[in-house]
């Protein structure tokens, strides 16, 4: 059985200055990959005619299929859709079910249909048009020197409703695929060079068509089993077999055995123990919550948070003393210890996370660093505390101080 | 003046089957866009032979400047340093200075050091060696056919360490470059298409050198001049006076006159009028305070956040009625316009946000559907309410609240 190779290339200026991070290729990948198609190359390049069919005419060769996104909205910055046009040799023409979109679009929103607004239903003739269910601009199939190229706006959700809705069914109809399996497991407290030495005969031992990564990633260190083969069942029992092998050689420091976030990890505990948390929150102001509740049904076992910047907040809402944060300070063990107790009292749960710390740029003392964290966790009448140490910046020491105060409340629920 | 152009490319695995989400592109975008250089091509490559040496070909055809991250880890799977040992004709060699890193490191972090730890002090005798005070692999400046390239870890907070120590200032003293100049403004209520058609003639008269771009972002719409010209002063001067230009068209619609988040616009507004402020906030979770506080120095306007997610968090800390919920649902006006009451009193502060809505995929009905969000801006006695309807996912739905409800009380407050 063939592997079936993909491209992604996006196009746009936005990404090639830096004003837009792209996270439409993460997205497209993983659906590739489910189906079986393996990313070899993902090119970015500018609203550049030139740039552009450099781009499709290199990865024509590299790839079976070219994905392509960006480009194709309503005003002159964006060439795609021409570019494409003159690329496949084909002309303008209309398409009545995008220009009936369009023109429900508009009515939708009570707006008036300009001319670019209809211009957004021209499509090239040569091209198969797929229609876009979320926005004005369709996506278009082309064929092409035996490769598949298809043009999908930018804009995430759209792009995400014509890949789901039609471009991966396509595809599967068209391409008999390998398998290709990942299985990814979680650690924590141990760095990537001693995991690597501990499971050095594992890997040296794997079979050549299964692969292994080490993903450090928030101060925690994901292993991801990627496998390649053309039987489904044997691959998946083979990569099975191997992931077994890994999990019980790194089973005193597992944290997950998917390939999930720390919020997802916590909320499968928290909903097994049929507990409820809160938290209190001052430097990370809310970005534990939220990644709490970024889960669907989370409410299931999250109540709600106290986010205590200033010294009245903890005070008030919280019950933290006068006297404790005028003697030790806020970011210190006692504060932090009394704004768990005051978010357990307050929330009515029966565990939380606290965190006071210093999460730069300034406000660092010589005793008290940027970087330095206060995390409690715990239930009532048995709170532990932890001094964490980062050494980033601001939005990494934020970041690393949520999944470290989730991973503390995990290990507290899981003794 | 030579436009000097740059090529970067990720290296990982991890990049093509979308574990991870390429946030180093955007960054390195930016610093090199800051110092005159323009970034024509971004590729990702997996962690194989073949296509690195691929990349490095195309893209040293490509650009003067080739940067490179990933793969330079203490594990199996990073091989990048060999392969670009051999590209680029050399042996490995111990470096000094780097092993003198590896060992402190170690003994700053209490552990033993691994013959894999040492190993990452080996680098290419023809490599000039930039060493990384974040981490153990150092980076490597190398040249061929004319082409600077240069290789960095893939972790974010060592690769920003070396580019802003040391990568930007050697590229600055390599080329002379010319200024590359970008302003954008943000607009809020006005479609993409009709902002197009009001701004039509000063875009068609734009000279030749500067580029109009449109952002549609969150339901707001950033433009962006992009202005190339030799000389630096005069470009500027050039620049602004196109910018004063499009300013003036959509005055009426202006959000901010630069490239900032509704959080740093917000924050603004709130240091000039010296106002404090809060947020009660259901269905974002702590989205809407984590954005305000990701901020340096919000804490000056920030007090805190109430989260309430459940009924009995509304009621308890918030002080909603009873009936209020029982009768009309925590989505509805009479609950958001309590919550925002309750967080103006609970956290002693001058105005609030408050929402509370449905962001799916499940909790809909045909009444409320997934996305209906009812927000609350104001102050003590002067709480506005409004009904909005996204219709996204519910990732997207908790973005959109955030910055409609962060837009709403910006509108307020300038009122």
Not at 364 to 384: D, L
């Amino acid at each position: 059985m063939e592997k079936i190779y993909a491209s992604l290339i996006t196009i746009g200026d936005e990404l090639l200055i830096g004003q837009t991070i792209d996270t439409n290729s993460a997205w497209m990948a993983q659906r590739l990959n489910e189906i079986g198609i393996w990313i070899q190359r993902r090119v970015a390049v500018g609203d550049d005619k030139a740039a552009i069919i450099k781009a499709l005419e290199e990865e024509g060769k590299n790839s079976r299929i070219v994905l392509i996104t960006g480009g194709l909205g309503p005003t002159a910055d964006d060439i795609t859709k021409p570019v494409l046009c003159e690329y496949f040799g084909g002309k303008l023409v209309q398409d009545e079910a995008a220009l009936q979109n369009v023109l429900q679009l508009s009515a939708m929103r009570g707006l008036p249909v300009l001319q670019r607004n209809l211009d957004q239903a021209l499509v090239p003739d040569v091209a198969t048009i797929i229609q876009n269910k979320r926005g004005s601009a369709p996506g278009m199939w082309f064929e092409k020197g035996g490769s598949i190229y298809v043009s999908m706006p930018g804009v995430p959700h759209e792009m995400k409703g014509i890949m789901e809705h039609d471009v991966t069914g396509m595809l599967q109809a068209r391409f008999e695929t390998p398998a290709l399996l990942h299985h990814t497991l979680i650690t924590a407290g141990m760095g990537e060079s001693f995991v690597a030495e501990r499971i050095m005969d594992f890997e040296n031992n794997l079979p050549k068509h299964i692969k292994l990564a080490y993903l450090p990633n928030y101060g925690l260190l994901k292993l991801r089993l990627t496998s390649i083969s053309p039987d489904k069942q044997s691959a998946a029992n083979e990569l099975q077999h191997a992931f077994d092998t890994l999990k019980s050689l790194v089973g005193d420091i597992l944290v997950a055995e998917k390939d999930v976030t720390m919020g997802e990890v916590l909320g499968e505990v928290l909903k097994a123990k049929k507990l409820k948390v809160g938290t209190a929150e001052s430097c990370t102001g809310g970005k534990i919550a939220s990644l709490i509740t970024a889960i669907p049904g989370s409410s299931a076992y999250f109540n709600g948070s106290v986010v205590a910047y200033s010294y009245e907040v903890k005070q008030h809402v919280l019950g933290v003393q006068a006297e404790t944060l005028e003697k030790h300070g806020a970011v210190s063990e006692k504060t932090v210890r009394e704004m768990a107790e005051g978010a357990l009292r307050v929330l009515d749960v029966d565990c939380v996370m606290a965190v006071s710390g210093i999460m730069g740029p300034d406000g660092g003392t010589e005793e008290k660093p940027v970087g330095s964290v206060w995390i409690a966790v715990g239930g009532k009448g048995k709170i532990v505390t932890k001094l964490h140490r980062f050494r980033y910046d601001r939005a990494r020491n934020i970041d690393m101080t949520c999944v470290a105060a989730m991973n503390e409340l995990r290990k507290w629920l899981e003794l």
